[in-house]
């Protein structure tokens, strides 16, 4: 998978939106199909309406080899959120991926037409709100055991703790 992210003013946070977009894809979709998406992030003020976090759109909507998607995100989220949101559209990017949902506006789930479906009521927002908490809590999960990983023990060695909670004996 191809992700690209763009933001105005640095590169604050890219690499664990990026590492975050590459495990949500996994998380949704098999291997193949990750392999072929490419999917670009903005981190931005502008481009997104009043009261939204984060938006998932894709170029070729209509087209069915859906393979390249642009994902906004609020820049004003704290890390916390923005990840939040970002699992959240990858679902989006997962149904469109798939044909599960195709249209934007007047919007077909799994072949069924739900133009002038309140937001909440979407069976896609559902969907997307039900799994984007499993999915940042996983991914938290996969950052602590990552971290746990790289980082041992000055005193004794071992990894998983650092060497103020170690209560072996520093090893000569």
Same mark, same amino acid.
């Given at each position: 998978?191809?992700?690209?992210? $763009?933001?105005?003013?640095?590169?604050?946070?890219?690499?664990?939106?990026?590492?975050?977009?590459?495990?949500?894809?996994?998380?949704?979709?098999?291997?193949?199909?990750?392999?072929?998406?490419?999917?670009?992030?903005?981190?931005?003020?502008?481009?997104?309406?009043?009261?939204?976090?984060?938006?998932?759109?894709?170029?070729?909507?209509?087209?069915?080899?859906?393979?390249?998607?642009?994902?906004?995100?609020?820049?004003?989220?704290?890390?916390? $959120?923005?990840?939040?949101?970002?699992?959240?559209?990858?679902?989006?990017?997962?149904?469109?991926?798939?044909?599960?949902?195709?249209?934007?506006?007047?919007?077909?789930?799994?072949?069924?037409?739900?133009?002038?479906?309140?937001?909440?009521?979407?069976?896609?927002?559902?969907?997307?709100?039900?799994?984007?908490?499993?999915?940042?809590?996983?991914?938290?999960?996969?950052?602590?055991?990552?971290?746990?990983?790289?980082?041992?023990?000055?005193?004794?060695?071992?990894?998983?703790?650092?060497?103020?909670?170690?209560?072996?004996?520093?090893?000569?």
């Amino acid at each position: 998978m191809i992700v690209k992210i $763009y933001q105005r003013g640095g590169i604050k946070r890219h690499a664990i939106i990026k590492e975050a977009a590459k495990y949500y894809a996994a998380w949704l979709m098999d291997g193949d199909l990750v392999d072929e998406l490419t999917v670009n992030i903005r981190v931005c003020k502008a481009g997104l309406g009043s009261n939204d976090m984060g938006v998932c759109t894709s170029p070729n909507v209509w087209d069915s080899e859906k393979r390249s998607f642009d994902i906004r995100l609020r820049s004003s989220l704290s890390t916390y $959120y923005m990840l939040k949101t970002l699992a959240h559209e990858m679902v989006h990017v997962k149904q469109f991926a798939t044909n599960q949902l195709t249209g934007w506006h007047s919007a077909t789930w799994n072949n069924v037409d739900f133009e002038n479906t309140p937001y909440r009521i979407q069976p896609w927002e559902q969907e997307a709100f039900e799994l984007e908490g499993t999915m940042l809590k996983d991914f938290w999960v996969y950052l602590r055991n990552k971290v746990k990983r790289m980082y041992s023990c000055w005193t004794c060695g071992n990894a998983g703790h650092n060497s103020r909670t170690c209560r072996h004996r520093k090893q000569n």
